[in-house]
Structure formats: C-alpha cells, structure tokens
C-alpha cells in the first residue's frame, strides 16, 4: 500500500451555486507544497482529497489514485494546459468539477487513465482504472461548448483520378509485406525511384540485419529534399519481439530526425501493428509520425500519417491497416493529391464555427457498407462562412448529400475532438482494458457534457463502461436530485465496451453525443427496467461484434429494452448489426430482477413514451429492428408479442395507439425496418434503398402505415459493383430483390403512402408492395389501401405488386391466402378491387392475372373462412360454380385451415376434410362487414348427430334447422342452418352483424368477435365417411349452384401498363429533412 497524502487546510464552503468552480474561495493550489502534509505528491502515491483543492498544474508523476472523500473537492483550473495520470478516481462523497453549466471549462484537460488487465487491485463497486461516483459524490465535467454533428447539404464526391499525382495500395494481391518505403520527387509528387520493401519482421537475427543493411542503403541513396512515406503491411516485429532491431530504430530515426532520438514511436510496435511516417529528408522538422495503438476488437488498428506542402499544392498522405484474423486484409496505401481537390470545403446544416482547426471529424457512410465513414480533419479557412468547413478528406468513397424525394439521405459529419479529454492508458495494446467511468445510487450531481473519451470501456466483463448510471432507480426525483442528471454533447470513440450505459436508473438523459468505432451495443438500456431514459440527438456508427453478452454479437447503435424511453433526433449511421433495437424482456433481468422496476409482462404491455424523427442507415442488418423479445440468459427470441394496452396487463384492456412517427431509414443490407406488434402506426416516414423498405409484422390486428415514402433504388448510387451502375446490399447475391412495403399478417391501413424507382431494369426483381415470405399468422382479408401514388408506369418501368413465393400449392395457408384491398382503386384502377394469387378457388370471370406481379387482380370483394379441425388434418375447399376444378387444399401441419372466399352471394363452398372427421369442427369468418354473408357446406356422414351453435356478437344456442340450402340463403334469423342427411353435408351460413368503423384500429372482424359456427358432439357409425363430393354433385350439380343475384359482369380487361401518378411525392409526404439548421 502506498503513503497517502492528506491535507492541511479545512476549508468547508458551499460550492453548489458557484458559476465558476475555479473562483470559489478557499481553494489551495495542488502545485504549493503547502497545501500538501508531507510535500507534492509522488509518482505512485494514493492521493486522499479532503478540502478543496485547485489543479493549477499538471502533477508530472503517475499517481496510484485519487480519493475525493467528503468536504474534499479537485477542480481544474481553466486556461490551462492539464494532464492528470492516476489508476483510478474515488469520488467518495466529494466532488469533482471541470468547469460547470453556466462557466463551461475553457482550457486544455486530460484525465489518464492508468493499468492493465493484470492488475490486481480492486475497489469495491468500482473495479479499476475508473472514475467512480460514489454516494454523496458530484462528478461535473462541462467541455467547451461545441456542437456534436451537423449533416452536410452538398455531396462530398469521390477524388476523380486526376486529383492524384501518386496512388498506389498495396494489399494481398501483392505478396508484399514488412516496411514499405517509397520516394517522391518534391515538385511533382511522383515516385523519382522503385519502392522499398524491407522484410523486418524476420524472426531470425541474420534476416532482420539483412533488412536493415538494405533499409540503409536505400535510405542514403534518396537525395535531400525528396518526400519520403512509409507504411507497415502486415508486420515487422516477429511474433515472440525477441529479434533485438535497435539498429534499425536508429536507422530509421537518423532519416527523419536528423539523430538518433530513441522516441520515435516505432520502437513501441509489436506483432501486427501498422506504424507509418513522412519526411522531408534532411529536414526533420517535417517528419510526421502515425501510429495507433488501439486494436479494434484486439484485431485490427488503422494508422496514418498526413503531410501538406503548402509550395507545390499537394497533399501526401499515407495508411498502414493491419488485421491480425484474416491476415490477406491488412493493406498500405500512399496518396499524393492536390490540396484543393483533397480538401474540400462542405457545406453542412449547422453553424460549426465552434470547430476549430485541427478538430478530427468523421463523414458517415452513405452507402451500404458502413466502413465506407471517413475520418478527417478541419482547415484553417478564412473564407469560409459560420456553415461550412474545410476538411482535409481524400475521399475514397462518395458521401451523398441531398434529400431524395423526401428521404435525407444526407451524410453526417460529426467532430471527435473536444477541450476534455478522459482516455484510458493502453499499455497492451490487445488486453482490451480501457477506462470507464461509473456512477452509483445517491450520487449528488453527475453530469457529463463537452468530454471527449476514448480508449475507455473493458470488454474483459460486463459493468465497464465509458459512461455508466449503475442501479440508480430514481435520477429525475426532484426531491433527491435537483439538478437532472445528463451526458451530452460528448465525443466516444475507439470504445472496447458500448459508449453509454443506462443501468436500473430512472430519469437519465443522454443527448448530442458521438459513439464512434466501438464493440458491442452503442447506446445500452441493460435490463429492461430502465424507464423515462431520454435519448436525443444522439449520432452513432461503428458498433462492432462483441461478446460482453450473446447480443453483442449482432451489435446496435441504440439498443432499447424498455418501452418508456424518449427517442427523438438520433441516427444510427451504420455498424455491424442493427441500428436501432426495440427488444424487451418478459421482465427486468439482472440486477434489476425483483426490483419491481416492471412487472412480469408489463413492458409487452407498454406504449413507448415517444419515438420520433430517428435516422438508421448504412446498418449489415436492419436499419430499425421492433422485434424479438430478451430471455433472462440475454439471447434474443423471434415473436416479441408486442401488444401495448391503455392499461398494461389488464386484460379487459383496449389495445392503445403506438406511434412510430419519421422514421429515416436508407442503405440497410438486410431491411430498412421490420416492426411486429398490435395498433402500431408508422407515420411520416422515409425507406429507401435496401432490400425490403418496412416489413410490418402483427401480433394482434391493428397495424398502420401513413403518409410515407418508398423509394427502391434511387440516384444515391454508391460505389458501383462490377458492371453494375450501383452498390449492392449483399455482393455474393446480386440478385436481391428490391421490395417496398412487406406485408405480415395483418391487417393493416395503408393511406397517402407513395412508391418509386422500382425500376424493372434491374437485375433484380424489384416491387413496392410485396408479401413476407412465412407468416405466423393468415394474412388478413382486412388489409387495405387507399390514396396510394407510383412515381413510375407499372409493367414498363416497374412493378406496383411483386409476389416472390408464386407457386401457392407447395406453400403454408397463412401465405396461400395473399391478399389486400384496393380501396381507392389507385393501385388496380379499380376502387374496391382485390389483389389474390391466381389459384383456381379464387379467380372468377371478373378476374385477370397481372404477369408481372404474379397476382391477379379481382373486381370481387372477399373474406376469409378459417375451418378449425385437428391437427394433421387438410381440408379442401371448393367453390360452387365447379366443385372439381375450383378448389384449393390446406396444409395439413396446423390445425386451422384459411380460405379467400368471394362475397356477394354469388357463391356458395363446399368442405372436405381428408381425414377421419373429428369430434368437433368450427367454421369461422374474417372480413365481413355488416349484411355479408358466406354460405359453407361440410362434408359429413350421413348418419351424424352433432349440436350446432352459432357464435358472434352473441351465442345463438338455439339454432333452427330449415329443409332446404335455398331457405337457408333466404333465412334472416341468424340461427338457421341445413343439414342434408341424404348427401352428408352440413350447411352454415356466417353473417356480419356491425359495419367496420371508419376510423380507429382495424380489425378482421368488425367488434373484435368474429363470427362463427361450432360443430360439436358429433357423433357417427364411420368417421371415415367425410367425402361427400360424389353425392353432392348428383343433387346440386358440379358447376350449375351459382346464384345470380347481381347478374353477370363481363370479363375482366386491364390495360398493359398503369402509368405513373407523378414523378415525385406530395410535397409533405415522408420523413422530410430530419435535421434544420
């Protein structure tokens, strides 16, 4: 244990109002040995802070830890220039402040974070190398106020060819590897002579001395004055580093210092790291070093180094990227450019004059590969106005920056740099243990804005985050804490564990902040009980795979756990999972378990407090995933059985409106979004550019979509594929289709949305409204559209219908039976039409296959009869007009059979079940508004004796059998049904009783009950005898029982193409800009 430093002077004063923490009285300077029992203190000592204290310089030794104990206070002197090492900070019931909210901290602070994994000390609730928080304890840190993000409004192109003067990546295809050297004559920035190529990484001394030797040679034959760049590929330090290569070091010091300097970061490399330099040979005032430490995932590191000559107009540059799993990855890049091409200036939304000089800022992908982000840094630009900003960026990719038929698909550009600065220490460079800062239940005040942090997180165990509210239930309880708790406005960044972590706290908000390249979740409610967490403005990209828990694997930028969470003003700008994650338990896991934070099902039952304008794009996955629920283990299960309630887990509860309102979603490689839930409306929302736009799943009936655009490949090309014009979402399948909007089960209302560029040039099938190819559930004969526009001519341009999965025959009912209305008749030119497959049961005169959609279009009007028997059994359904052409059979592997059925009395139905009848049946109808009906006969034996009752709005046990099938049609009463004992069947008639409402949650059936007629006690001397097809065709005949009520219609006749209703959406419609300045 190490001495401990206590301090002299008692000083007790009231600071909680102080605007400026660094003018309060009675503050005593760290640097004075006055204020210290036993002088300054020393490297290695533990610190213990009792009275307030004022950093008035950087303490120069590595302290073992800081104790900030009641009445003792550490406050940073502003217009300073301050590095503080320590192992760890103890706010134990005192206080640390870094400026404040109204006197935001002008000057230069570093906290480092000290240790490795290997280290064997412990604080309790804490760990190590942290900041920790502590009962009592008040952590204010408050950076310079400097906006976080902004998006840009003109697209930052590619550099054209002739932007360079060099160019040359070297990568496995070259079979080079160790230390690349290349010379480049200073006036035209041209190579003046063959690379080098230096095997250093030779783990024999003999091969590493002969590497040096030539290294040397080379080295002295590039004259003075020629740039000099060089790379790592791969490595030059063997595996074991046992090859002593001081020689080398010296070598390569000598060439861009002049002499030997022992501080070049080059002799810090191990195994696998890229190091790279620029020099001006005989000038060492202008060498630049790159080398990056940090590995990403203990994998992989990027390291650069940049050089302007200011004379010649021209920028060198140079990349070392090494991989150590998949060694054919790593890659070297040299680029010599024009400076006026390579450092743009972009025009952006916002006022970014609080970006300074030298700021590091990234540009998010544009496309669907998120790696496509760039990395740059800010130019001194006298010319430039309050939005714009120069950037020394040689873009390599294309970063959109246009808002496309109402979809933003503009980049984002955020900046990382910022006065404050908490990183942790890498002493390895693999162990993935960074700093992390935590604070606990009954802290005063933790507040957290204008800090950049990096290197912090440890993916060695869960509890270890960059920034982290641990079991602090109540944080917006104004009695215990005035002053609401917040980060915000923070730079996170090369992160081993998430950015920001809401654990069992209540109240937190996190808004403005940058979570850049990190592992595992970005944005983590963890267990499920976190409620009124408020997310904001938040910008996220680069959550990488992890493994903290089994999720972490297929990471998101936002991962939501609990449905009382403020999310507004976020994007999610692409990682290597999902963008934003809706998943919930069945009920608070972890520590919060038996906290009564939510009760068992409750946040199935929940309405999410507010979800709008969020942007997801540029994701591997999903742009937004609201589906799958979170087992107590931390695995994900498919089905969340979202059904939110006006009161949760009251189950005489009415379903309650759930608003998902602008979604932005673009560039996500596996679907922009898929939402599965009841009552759940997405309104005023953006897709464009994947491979299904919104799949809209149920669980209960209820689903909306409003006043939204589709848009399928639009003119946010991105970094064309082969001989394509364009990027793909999945390289090794080109042939992707391209799909709109998804439908599930149903049913859902689909009003004012607006479909376009599902071109049928491409060289995939592409369609706006399509179907999932499984369903848990049959589709509804309640889903419909109205008021529905096409930016291109259907058959000729694209397709307003595609159905993928054609052959019905081999397929589950809940996907036989496909079906929508055409309301507004915008979609078929046919108001109130249908749109089915084209199986025999369902296709009428009135009827005409669309090729191209491989649907047919219908001017009939249907429901759907659902006919409950036992499991394993298949039923067959005919239709009247030709009982042995006419029909369909059900997959035998549930034991519910669906069927579309056409309405207006034309057609009665016949059913067969091809099994051995079982004890009782049900027959049952969705879809029928008030006055429809649905006559359907049931094939049984003849000597049956059976109780029939008939269910709906009411229970009509007293049913009424009549003699004929035409009394029954005739019979008003609601109880009639008609038993033909002499051919066996069963004739029900199913009747809607209340009109469907106009406005309010859509159901199947009108009052939620769907009408129905059980067959029950049914008893016979062969339950075998369930075919009566032979027996019914002698009475009724096979094709002759129709009845003509309406008269018939002529055959029906489409034109070739549907032209288009206009080029671009209404003005209102969709997501919009999603960010003004």
């Excluded at 502590?134 to 930052?156: A, F, N, P, Y």
């Excluded at 399928?712 to 909007?741: A, H, I, K, Q």
Aim: glycine letters at 10%.
């Amino acid at each position: 244990m190490l001495v401990a430093r206590f301090l002299l002077v008692l000083v007790v004063i009231n600071v909680a109002n102080a605007a400026c923490p660094h003018t309060d009285a009675g503050l005593n300077k760290w640097s004075e040995s006055s204020t210290w029992q036993d002088g300054l203190p020393e490297d290695g000592d533990d610190v213990v802070i009792v009275t307030p204290i004022l950093l008035d310089e950087s303490p120069d030794v590595d302290l073992g830890s800081i104790t900030i104990s009641a009445g003792g206070r550490l406050v940073f002197a502003p217009d300073s220039d301050l590095v503080l090492r320590t192992y760890y900070i103890h706010i134990d019931g005192g206080r640390m402040d870094i400026g404040s909210e109204d006197c935001r901290y002008s000057g230069k602070a570093r906290i480092q974070l000290l240790g490795t994994f290997n280290e064997t000390y412990t604080v309790p609730n804490f760990g190590r190398k942290f900041i920790g928080v502590d009962v009592d304890g008040t952590l204010e840190i408050h950076g310079q106020d400097k906006l976080s993000w902004t998006k840009i409004t003109d697209s930052i192109e590619k550099l054209p060819d002739d932007a360079f003067t060099s160019r040359d990546v070297i990568n496995k295809e070259d079979d080079i590897k160790g230390l690349i050297v290349k010379s480049y004559d200073p006036t035209t920035g041209t190579e003046d002579r063959e690379q080098g190529v230096f095997k250093l990484g030779s783990s024999s001394e003999k091969g590493v001395e002969k590497a040096t030797d030539a290294f040397i040679a080379y080295a002295d034959a590039i004259p003075d004055g020629n740039i000099v760049a060089i790379a790592v590929r791969k490595f030059i330090i063997d595996r074991e580093n046992v090859i002593n290569r001081t020689r080398f070091f010296d070598a390569l010091e000598t060439l861009g210092y002049g002499e030997v300097t022992g501080e070049s970061q080059i002799r810090n490399l191990v195994f696998y790291d890229g190091f790279t330099m620029i020099l001006t040979k005989g000038d060492p005032t202008k060498t630049v070093e790159g080398f990056e430490p940090y590995k990403v995932g203990g994998l992989h590191q990027t390291s650069t180094a940049t050089y302007y000559d200011m004379n010649t107009d021209l920028k060198y540059f140079v990349l070392s990227y090494t991989k150590s799993r998949g060694f054919g990855k790593s890659f070297v890049e040299f680029q010599v450019t024009h400076i006026a091409q390579s450092c743009p200036i972009v025009d952006v939304v916002d006022d970014v004059s609080s970006w300074k000089t030298g700021d590091r800022v990234i540009i998010t992908s544009t496309d669907y590969e998120w790696e496509q982000l760039e990395v740059g840094k800010v130019m001194d630009c006298d010319s430039c106005l309050s939005k714009q900003v120069k950037v020394d960026l040689s873009a390599k990719f294309t970063h959109y920056g246009k808002i496309y038929k109402n979809v933003d698909m503009r980049a984002e550009i955020a900046v990382l740099t910022r006065n404050v600065v908490i990183e942790g220490i890498m002493e390895g460079s693999t162990d993935e243990f960074g700093g992390h800062i935590k604070a606990l239940k009954g802290f005063k005040d933790f507040h957290i804005e204008g800090a950049e942090l990096f290197h912090m997180g440890q993916s060695t165990s869960t509890g270890n985050y960059p920034i982290h509210w641990h079991m602090c239930e109540d944080v917006d309880d104004a009695s215990v804490y005035p002053s609401p708790t917040y980060a915000r406005q923070n730079s996170i960044h090369l992160s081993y564990a998430r950015c920001v972590t809401v654990h069992g706290t209540h109240g937190a908000t996190v808004a403005d902040n940058v979570c850049f390249d990190t592992i595992g979740h970005g944005y983590f409610l963890e267990d499920g009980g976190e409620k009124r967490t408020t997310l904001s403005g938040n910008l996220g990209a680069g959550q990488m795979s992890g493994d903290l828990t089994p999720t972490d694997k297929t990471p998101s930028t936002f991962w939501i756990t609990n449905p009382l969470t403020v999310m507004e003003n976020n994007v999610a700008a692409g990682g290597e999972g999902m963008g934003i994650w809706y998943i919930f338990p069945k009920k608070p896991m972890g520590q919060s378990a038996g906290k009564d934070f939510m009760k068992a099902g409750e946040a199935q039952e929940t309405a999410i407090t507010k979800f709008n304008n969020n942007v997801a794009h540029s994701n591997r996955r999903d742009g937004l995933r609201f589906e799958n629920w979170l087992k107590g283990d931390g695995t994900d299960q498919k089905f969340n059985e979202y059904r939110a309630k006006v009161t949760s887990l009251d189950p005489n509860s009415d379903f309650v409106l759930v608003e998902l309102n602008r979604i932005t979603a673009y560039k996500n490689s596996i679907q922009n979004a898929v939402i599965r839930g009841s009552y759940v409306q997405v309104k005023d929302s953006s897709f464009s550019d994947s491979p299904k736009g919104l799949v809209i799943k149920r669980v209960e009936s209820g689903q909306e979509v409003l006043n939204s655009v589709f848009v399928g490949d639009s003119d946010n090309t991105g970094e064309p594929v082969g001989l394509l014009d364009r990027s793909l979402p999945d390289v090794e399948n080109p042939d992707y289709p391209r799909l709109g909007l998804v439908l599930g089960g149903g049913p859902v209302v689909v009003d004012d949305v607006w479909f376009g560029d599902y071109s049928s040039n491409a060289p995939y099938d592409t369609g706006a409204i399509s179907f999932t190819p499984n369903a848990k559930l049959a589709r509804s004969p309640r889903t419909i559209f109205k008021n529905v526009g096409f930016g291109f001519d259907d058959d000729s341009e694209g397709n307003r219908v595609l159905q993928l999965f054609p052959d019905a025959g081999s397929l589950a009912d809940t996907i036989r039976v496909d079906i929508f209305q055409d309301e507004s008749g915008d979609i078929t030119d046919i108001p109130g039409s249908s749109v089915v497959r084209p199986s025999k049961l369902q296709l009428t005169s009135n009827c005409a296959v669309r090729d191209g959609w491989k649907m047919a279009i219908c001017d009939e009007k249907f429901a759907q009869v659902v006919i409950k028997a036992a499991k394993d059994e298949s039923v067959t359904l005919m239709r009247s007009d030709d009982i042995t052409n006419n029909q369909e059979t059900s997959d035998e592997s549930c034991s519910s059979s669906a069927f579309n059925v056409i309405l207006g009395g034309t057609y009665t139905y016949l059913a067969r079940i091809n099994t051995d009848l079982p004890s009782a049946v049900s027959v049952s109808a969705r879809g029928l508004d008030d006055g429809e009906e649905v006559v359907i006969g049931l094939c049984v034996p003849t000597d049956l004796t059976f109780k029939l009752k008939y269910k709906g709005a009411t229970t009509v046990r007293d049913t009424t059998s009549v003699n004929s099938l035409d009394a029954l049609i005739s019979d008003d009463s609601g109880k009639a049904y008609y038993f033909d004992d002499a051919v066996g069947v069963i004739f029900v008639k199913l009747t809607g009783t209340e009109a469907f409402p106009i406005t309010g949650r859509s159901r199947n059936c009108a009052n939620g009950i769907c009408p129905s007629a059980n067959i029950g006690r049914m008893s016979t001397s062969d339950k075998s005898d369930t075919d009566c097809v032979a027996a019914y065709k002698a009475k009724y005949g096979s094709t002759g029982n129709t009845r003509r009520r309406f008269g018939w219609r002529r055959s029906l006749s489409l034109p070739s193409s549907f032209p288009k209703s206009s080029v671009d959406p209404p003005p209102t419609a969709g997501a919009g800009s999603t960010r003004s300045g």
